[in-house]
T-cell receptor
Framework: GAGVSQSPSNKVTEKGKDVELRCDPISGHTALYWYRQSLGQGLEFLIYFQGNSAPDKSGLPSDRFSAERTGGSVSTLTIQRTQQEDSAVYLC???????????FGSGTRLTVV | DQQVKQNSPSLSVQEGRISILNCDYTNSMFDYFLWYKKYPAEGPTFLISISSIKDKNEDGRFTVFLNKSAKHLSLHIVPSQPGDSAVYFCAASADTSGTYKYIFGTGTRLKVLA
C-alpha cells in the first residue's frame, strides 16, 4: 500500500486479556518502529526493527510487551495480561534504510477496561 | 526525565500572523531534530528537519531554528493558516547507533483563528 497500515484502528479489551496489534509498513521500508502515546504524553519509543538485525527492545515497558516482525515486513505488537495503564494510542512507523524521517500509521487506540 | 520538552501545551494565533512553537532539549548528544504535525485520528506526519551542523532550515512557510548553545529549537510558520491547526511534536535523535530512534516532546496544540 501507499502508507503504513495499522489494525485494528480501535480496540477495547478487558483487563487481563491479551491483545495483538498489527502493522503493515510501506513496501521496501526496512526499518520499523513502534511508539505509543498515552493521554497527555509525548510519543514513547517501544521497539525498533531493522532488516535482519536483532531488534532494539529498550523501550518496552515490561515483559508483558513483545513484538515480532515476520519476513522483514508485517509486525505484530502483543500485550499480555493487559492493564489499564496500557491504554494508549499505539503508533507504528517505517522508513527506508538510512532515512531520517519516519512515516507513521494512523495508530491503534487501545482502551483497557 | 523528559529529554525533549515542549512547555507550551497550546497556542492560538490569528490567521496570517506568525506562529512560533518552541522546544527545549537536555541531551547535548542530540544531533538531528524533526518536527511532526498531527491531526486528530491520524498518525503524525513529517514536517521539517534540521541537522546540528545547521542553525536554520526553511521549507516554504515553515522554518526551523536551532540554537545549540541554548539547546533550543523553534518552528516558525509564516503566514499561519487555519489548516495549520494541529498538534506539533518536536523530536530529537542522537544518531550514534544508526537506529534513528527519536525522543519526542509532549506536543503543542496550535489553533489558527480565521
Amino acid at each position: 500500500g501507499a502508507g503504513v497500515s495499522q489494525s485494528p484502528s480501535n480496540k477495547v479489551t478487558e483487563k487481563g486479556k491479551d491483545v495483538e496489534l498489527r502493522c503493515d509498513p510501506i513496501s521496501g521500508h526496512t526499518a520499523l518502529y513502534w511508539y505509543r502515546q498515552s493521554l497527555g504524553q509525548g510519543l514513547e519509543f517501544l521497539i525498533y526493527f531493522q532488516g535482519n538485525s536483532a531488534p532494539d527492545k529498550s523501550g518496552l515497558p515490561s515483559d508483558r510487551f513483545s513484538a515480532e516482525r515476520t519476513g522483514g515486513s508485517v509486525s505484530t505488537l502483543t500485550i499480555q495480561r493487559t492493564q489499564q495503564e496500557d491504554s494508549a494510542v499505539y503508533l507504528c512507523a517505517s522508513s527506508p534504510t538510512g532515512d531520517y524521517g519516519y512515516t507513521f500509521g494512523s495508530g491503534t487506540r487501545l482502551t483497557v477496561v | 526525565d523528559q529529554q525533549v520538552k515542549q512547555n507550551s501545551p497550546s497556542l492560538s494565533v490569528q490567521e496570517g500572523r506568525i506562529s512560533i512553537l518552541n522546544c527545549d532539549y537536555t541531551n547535548s548528544m542530540f544531533d538531528y531534530f524533526l518536527w511532526y504535525k498531527k491531526y486528530p485520528a491520524e498518525g503524525p506526519t513529517f514536517l521539517i528537519s534540521i541537522s546540528s551542523i545547521k542553525d536554520k532550515n526553511e521549507d516554504g512557510r515553515f522554518t526551523v531554528f536551532l540554537n545549540k548553545s541554548a539547546k533550543h529549537l523553534s518552528l516558525h510558520i509564516v503566514p499561519s493558516q487555519p489548516g495549520d491547526s494541529a498538534v506539533y511534536f518536536c523530536a530529537a535523535s542522537a544518531d550514534t547507533s544508526g537506529t534513528y530512534k527519536y525522543i519526542f516532546g509532549t506536543g503543542t496544540r496550535l489553533k489558527v483563528l480565521a
